[in-house]
């Protein structure tokens, strides 16, 4: 073996692939409609910003390193026990706390073909191995997730509602899996875009988290909360876990201004539920205009819409993209979760979402 002659990362590191951010800037148009990275278009509740203005002032102070009065806040408004709860720097934080206190060399992460990015980072940076399940139509397939279960499995994530794919997996199967998983596996549901279910049996989720010994949910403040910049996000599960989590967050993972935002955020009922209502009817909208242009749309219960181009040369989705961006209009390219045909695209303000569907009929008609 030859001498490494400079400081090698360990095994695994080389192996990940950066996670590359929606993108930001269109490549022309008068007006910028970011709808790339699943973020809200109402913005946060103006209390939220307020409570993040008045931390201006006491900018020498660490923060509670525990995330007290956040955890309070939301164990009130979500009527759980803030004893069985963590907050990190954005939920992302959470799942690579659960890699690095369960995942080590030679054991296995599992998840689903199509699951979010961050699972399989999480899982190589905490030296252990990835292994994935391939989905039937876009959706997890418990059965395949079981079939890949080994002795060496630690932990399995699962998004409930998925991203990219915006397609939901029922209680009833959530319940199959925890039930044919051993006791030693943690099951992770990233639940960041719970509020925005309608089904609302993501709470027989939380319920599950609240009393099985091995299952943990994740939920976030980007998403419905605005509060995306602020990076906050939280875990919900046996004591046990968060216990072993604790140990290996970092000692002030949550910024003041963000625990002070998220506690404004999460009171703020009213705001919420005129963002949830402002999705249901877009998230409809976008959906039918897109597929009455003759594109397949993924049905999704996000906050976006998987949207499916032909292969064929001038309508594909590389082409799309291009020509959305060049009229301000920037969605995701979904070609790293293995997705080259497709476009994610989150659901924005009234403006936004017609005019991709205009920009795309115009697209489609080949100008
Ligand atoms: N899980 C899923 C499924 C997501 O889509 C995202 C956001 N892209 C996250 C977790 C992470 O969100 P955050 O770190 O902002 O809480």
Redesign the pocket.
Same mark, same amino acid.
């Given at each position: 073996p030859r001498s490494p002659s400079r400081p090698e990362p360990r095994p695994g590191i080389m192996e990940i692939a950066p996670y590359v951010p929606g993108r930001t800037k269109s490549t022309g148009g008068a007006k910028l409609h970011k709808l790339s @990275? #699943?973020e809200t278009p109402l913005g946060p509740s103006p209390r939220a910003v307020e409570a993040y203005s008045a931390c201006a002032g006491h900018l020498e102070l660490y923060p509670d390193g525990g995330s007290t009065g956040l955890r309070e806040a939301i164990a009130d408004v979500y009527g759980l026990n803030p004893d069985r709860m963590i907050c990190g720097n954005? @939920?992302?934080?959470i799942?690579e706390l659960v890699a690095r206190a369960y995942i080590g060399p030679g054991d296995e992460g599992l998840y689903s073909e199509y699951g +979010?990015l961050?699972y399989k980072i999480a899982i190589l940076a905490a030296g252990g191995t990835p292994v994935v399940a391939p989905e039937q139509n876009l959706t997890t397939d418990v059965d395949a997730l079981l079939a890949r279960v080994t002795p060496r499995t630690k932990v399995v994530f699962l $998004?409930n509602p #998925? #991203?990219p794919t915006g397609t939901y997996l029922p209680f009833d199967e959530i319940r199959r899996l925890h039930a044919g998983l051993p006791p030693t596996v943690l099951l992770v549901l990233?639940a $960041?875009?719970a509020e925005y279910v309608r089904r609302n049996d993501y709470e027989a989720g939380i319920e599950l988290a609240a009393t099985a010994d091995n299952v943990l949910m &994740?939920r &976030? +403040? @980007?998403?419905i909360y605005g509060l $995306?910049a602020l990076?906050?996000?939280w875990g919900y599960g046996p004591a046990h876990v968060i216990d072993a989590l604790n140990r290996v967050r970092g000692p002030f993972n949550v910024s003041a201004a963000s625990q002070a935002a998220g506690i404004a955020a999460v009171r703020d009922r009213a705001f919420l539920e005129t963002a949830v209502a402002h999705n249901d009817k877009w998230l409809e909208w976008v959906s039918q205009e897109v597929a009455a242009l003759g594109l397949e749309v993924t049905p999704s219960v996000g906050n976006f819409v998987l949207i499916h181009f032909p292969e064929e040369p001038g309508r594909t989705a590389a082409e799309a993209d291009a020509y959305l961006s060049a009229r301000g209009c920037v969605l995701r390219a979904v070609g790293a979760y293995g997705l080259p045909n497709a476009l994610r695209m989150s659901i924005g303000n009234e403006e936004a979402n017609r005019e991709v569907v205009s920009v795309l009929k115009e697209f489609l008609a080949g100008r």
């Open positions: @990275s #699943n954005g @939920s992302d934080e799942l +979010f961050v $998004a #998925n #991203n990233d $960041a875009y &994740t &976030t +403040f @980007s998403k $995306a990076r906050i996000g």
